[in-house]
Every structure is written in C-alpha cells, then in structure tokens.
C-alpha cells in the first residue's frame, strides 16, 4: 500500500504545493484543515481518493491525534501572523505546533517535518519570532527526530509579499516603507516544498535547515527590482520605524476594535519589529544544499504571476509587440 502523509495545514500558501508533491511521488496525502470544504482543490493533485482533505484544529488535541493516526510521515505547514483571537502566534505556532509533534510521536509516525520561520528567536523583540522559537523547542522536546525548516520569505503565485507590493504599487505613486536596508534573502515555494519532501524521503539529519534563495537583497531593491516587472513607476520611501509606528498602531487599533473582522494585513507593529533584524542564512546554516535543491531566483519567476498588476495586464505583452508593427 502507498505511504501515507498528513499536512496540517496542508491546503494553505505552501501546504498545497508539499501536497502536490507528495501526490506525484504516489504517496497518500491526508490535508488536515479547519474547513476541510474549502480545501477541496487539492483532490485533483493525485487521483481521485487519494487526497483528501479532512477536518481539524491544531487547537484540539483530539483531532490533531485523529488525523495522524496511520501517518508514515507529519508535515506542519501551519502558521498565522495574526497577534490576536483564538488563533494567535501562541496557540498556533507553540500549543498547535506542540499538539502535532505530540500526536506523530503517540501515532508511531516514522518522520516529523516542522516549517519555522528565519525569525525565530527567543530573545527577539518580536512576538512572532518568539512564539516560532518557542513552537520549535516544543517540538523538538515531543519528537526530538524532528526536521525544522527555517525559510527566509517565501514568494510565489499566492504569496503576501509581492503580490502585496505590486497591489499597491497600483493605486500609490510612492511607496512607503519601512525597513528598506533590511535584508532579506526570498525562497521559492515549491523549493521550500521539495525541501519538505525530501527531508522525508531522504531521511534528513534532525535539527534545524534555514531555507534562503540564491541571493540577498534589501526590501528597498527588491521592491525597486519588482517595479519593471509590472511596469510601474513609483518612488521608493524609506521611512524611519518611528514614524511607520503611527500608521502601524491606527491599522492595529482598527483590527482590535472590529473584532478581527477587518485585519491588518498592510503593516502591524509587530512586523516593524521583526524588521529590525536582516532575514537571511546564517553563516554555516545547513539550508537547500543539504537536499541537493538548488534554489531558484525570485526574478525567474514573478513575472509569471504579476503580470496582473501591469496597466494593460495579461495584454501587455501584445501591446509591446504592437509597437514594433509597422505602419502601413
């Protein structure tokens, strides 16, 4: 019979693309998710039966358990950037993450992948990179043969960074920031993915892997480096943090007072925080090398998914053609 894997949080941003994979490779892949009907379009990743998304809350013991029962492989994809509301950083990223590697180790499950984040830290001044290292400790104590996935930012179609950027590069001629010297070195979801993959299949060493792309760059270049891309004009505003903190606390405070209804997915004081520490490999870092993946450059692949941001978008390319015709 095929090997069996569960993916908490298995139809999210980079759950689906560790489930295609899987999937192609003939594995059975269990989508364990809080709303298993909206997780449907994952099925057509394999044949039909073969994946299937099932209900759970990585909040609940019971179901967390449930769903790694018969599991030959565990792979949490599950992470919020939420500070508040029942699915907070310290229910997801410690008491959910904590719950999976508790379960994977009561079920017998043969391997554990845990995806982190570079921030992790517990002595950062961020709660989310904080709650990331707290999560990580908790899961090495529950199943020490654990593999954790530190990735630096992740791009790809569905990602919250550029396509977050390119949005408002639409509407705004300028472009405040802040944190623009901060470094960032951007990963490709689907290496992340192959990554998962083969930290089962491979029998990775234990411990940690910090996941970074083939090269480093400032927020300021990268969005200057995206701007052509959609064939925008826009200038670039590096902001002290000081000043970023206003709109940073009005756009916390109007999330807090609707109840989470409106959410602050623009800039939040916590994220102005986690801006003040570069997000790159760290020197020796066991990383993309150890799988033998070698990481693909973001400038490959953005203009396959932004190209809706463009003036003339999907017809931009036949525009730029058009003006090469010549006149009869």
Avoid at 72 to 80: H, M, P, R
Avoid at 191 to 196: C, K, Q
Avoid at 212 to 225: D, K, Q, T, W, Y
Avoid at 242 to 267: C, H
């Amino acid at each position: 019979m095929s090997k069996l894997v569960t993916i908490y949080g298995g139809s999210g941003f980079v759950g689906r693309y560790v489930a295609r994979r899987f999937a192609k490779l003939g594995w059975r892949v269990r989508v364990a998710v809080r709303r298993p009907n909206e997780a449907i379009f994952v099925r057509p990743y394999g044949v039909p039966g073969q994946v299937e998304p099932v209900l759970c809350n990585i909040r609940n013991e019971a179901s967390v358990a449930r769903a790694a029962i018969g599991a030959d492989a565990v792979v949490n994809c599950v992470g919020t950037f939420a500070a508040g509301g029942r699915n907070n950083f310290n229910a997801v990223h410690v008491e959910g993450a904590a719950n999976i590697a508790r379960a994977a180790a009561g079920a017998g499950v043969a391997a554990l992948v845990h995806l982190s984040a570079l921030g992790a830290d517990a002595q950062s001044r961020s709660a989310y990179g904080r709650s990331k290292a707290a999560g990580e400790a908790a899961v090495a104590g529950a199943f020490p043969a654990a593999v954790i996935l530190r990735p630096s930012v992740i791009f790809g179609t569905e990602d919250g960074f550029f396509n977050k950027f390119a949005s408002l590069a639409q509407c705004a001629p300028v472009l405040p920031i802040a944190g623009g010297a901060t470094l960032f070195q951007p990963a490709f979801v689907d290496d992340v993915a192959e990554a998962v993959v083969r930290a089962v299949t491979q029998a990775a060493a234990p411990g940690v892997y910090e996941l970074g792309g083939p090269e480093v760059a400032s927020l300021g270049e990268l969005i200057g480096r995206m701007l052509p891309v959609i064939q925008r004009r826009r200038l670039v505003l590096n902001l002290p943090s000081a000043i970023m903190t206003v709109p940073a606390v009005l756009l916390d405070l109007g999330s807090a007072l609707t109840g989470g209804l409106i959410r602050n997915s623009l800039l939040t004081r916590d994220q102005l925080r986690m801006l003040e520490r570069d997000n790159v490999v760290s020197e020796g870092a066991r990383g993309f090398d150890a799988f033998g993946i070698a990481p693909t450059a973001f400038e490959a692949v953005i203009p396959d998914y932004l190209w809706r941001f463009r003036p003339s978008g999907q017809y931009a390319a036949i525009k730029d053609s058009a003006k090469n015709l010549k006149k009869a």
